[in-house]
């Protein structure tokens, strides 16, 4: 069954630390694909990156990069020299071609608080 | 548009009454899901659209929930006879696509819908 599993439910940082936030997936499906929403305190959801399931390359944006590892099932965020405004409940989600149908199934998402 | 809309923003509803909610997906996009957020943090999947036909209903609680996509207007999910435990956020994505591996299967979101039920 398809699952995703982020293990850290809230963090605590101070302004300029590094944080990685992890996140697990179970799937069974060979095409799948794996994205980070990040939602503010004002609720909204954004959209921060996609990878797909044939591409393990890491991918940096700013302060922020990603770690893809298929042989653990990982994909992992991590947030370099965080600031205040990076402060909101990040979520990790899996679709599958086959199994979902295209319908993401979330984690329960990790609360980072950056404290200045 | 560019941005998924979704109306109301809050909604304040008696237990039993009924409540309808609003989306309209980014222009282009061929795929309409809707999501509620209970509890802050858990998502649970209800309905998917492809253009006007439903895609996939497996998570709707069907004997009070129901969703329609029209051609020329907005998608919209309707709660019958609400009850306590349907108080949460709705929130409404679409995609160009299921898949592709070029980014056209990325959902984007809507502000959401807060709907509470007294």
């Known amino acids: 069954a398809q699952k995703v599993t982020q293990a850290q439910t809230e963090i605590s940082v101070v302004e300029k630390e590094d944080v990685t936030l992890d996140c697990v997936y179970e799937t069974r499906d060979t095409t799948y694909y794996l994205f980070w929403y990040k939602q503010p305190p004002s609720g909204e959801l954004v959209f921060l990156i996609r990878?797909?399931?044939?591409?393990?390359q890491n991918e940096i944006s700013g302060r922020y990069s990603w770690n893809f590892q298929k042989s653990t099932s990982s994909f992992n965020f991590t947030i370099t020299a965080s600031q205040v405004v990076d402060s909101a409940v990040y979520f990790c989600?899996?679709?599958?071609?086959?199994?979902?149908?295209?319908?993401?199934?979330f984690g329960k998402g990790t609360k980072l608080s950056v404290k200045p | 548009g560019e941005e998924v809309a979704q109306t109301p923003k809050h909604l304040v509803r008696g237990e039993g009454q009924k409540a309808k909610l609003y989306c309209a997906p980014i222009?282009?996009?061929?795929?309409v899901f809707w999501y509620q957020q209970v509890l802050k943090n858990e998502f649970k999947f209800l309905i998917s659209f492809q253009n006007e036909n439903v895609f996939d209903e497996t998570g709707m609680p069907k004997e009070r929930f129901s969703a329609k996509c029209l051609p020329n207007s907005p998608c919209s999910l309707e709660i019958q006879a609400t009850k306590l435990e349907d108080s949460a956020v709705y929130f409404c994505a679409s995609s160009q696509l299921l898949a592709g591996g070029t980014g056209q299967e990325t959902q984007y979101f809507g502000p959401g819908t807060r709907l509470l039920v007294l």
């Open positions: 222009k282009g996009h061929s795929y």
């Open positions: 990878r797909n399931s044939f591409d393990e």
């Open positions: 989600a899996l679709s599958e071609v086959g199994g979902s149908q295209g319908n993401l199934i």
